[in-house]
T-cell receptor, first 111, second 110 residues
């Protein structure tokens, strides 16, 4: 089955810890994205990557880091510098300006 | 950057009723998508519709790009239609990022 997978589904982080969220796609899409959703809000773009080994900051990149070493994978690290990381994180992929497809998301909670 | 406004913010319907959701955007777009977010958070693609009209079962969408708005029509609503509906746009150029509206929370009562 083609699609986007994210893991874990739920993640708990202690203050001061870095955590990494996984996103994998087998759709052969060039572009991948990370969005953050807070309760009752729309999605906001954290980082995006249009080709391997290249990525760009989105609207709320502070406190986050990414890598794009493989076409299929775009992991997101939430660092201790992110002051309010509790949120729902969604990964997406696309071919250019065409339809973006989303994974099931990861809910991150800071303890 | 481009602004996206959705209306109404909340909508409550009885099963079987019809509804229209609106999305206004502030600049020309290369991509406009409508999504339904289910209770588990999954974003489900409804339409990719930068212009024109499309239909899929009880749902249809129209985008009038020259007037910078899009409409999502839901006919004969069912309780399973409940959830948040998002409009998102990509203003084109060298990046493909989507800017989302804040969504319309639809509740369909039996």
């Amino acid at each position: 089955d083609g699609g986007i997978t994210q893991s874990p589904k739920y993640l708990f982080r202690k203050e001061g810890q870095n955590v990494t969220l996984s996103c994998e796609q087998n759709l052969n899409h060039d572009a991948m994205y990370w969005y953050r959703q807070d309760p009752g809000q729309g999605l906001r773009l954290i980082y995006y990557s249009q080709i391997v080994n290249d990525f760009q900051k989105g609207d709320i990149a502070e406190g986050y880091s990414v890598s794009r070493e493989k076409k299929e994978s775009f992991p997101l690290t939430v660092t201790s510098a992110q002051k309010n990381p509790t949120a729902f994180y969604l990964c997406a992929s696309s071919i250019g300006h065409d339809t973006q497809y989303f994974g099931p998301g990861t809910r991150l909670t800071v303890l | 950057g481009i602004q996206v406004e959705q209306s109404p913010p909340d909508l409550i319907l009885q099963e079987g009723a019809n509804s229209t959701l609106r999305c206004n955007f502030s600049d020309s777009v290369n991509n406009l998508q409508w999504f339904h977010q289910n209770p588990w958070g999954q974003l489900i693609n409804l339409f990719y519709i930068p212009s024109g009209t499309k239909q899929n079962g009880r749902l249809s969408a129209t985008t009038v790009a020259t007037e910078r708005y899009s409409l999502l029509y839901i006919s004969s609503s069912q309780t399973t239609d409940s959830g948040v509906y998002f409009c998102a746009v990509d203003s084109g150029g060298s990046n493909y990022k989507l800017t989302f509206g804040k969504g319309t929370l639809l509740t369909v009562n039996p």
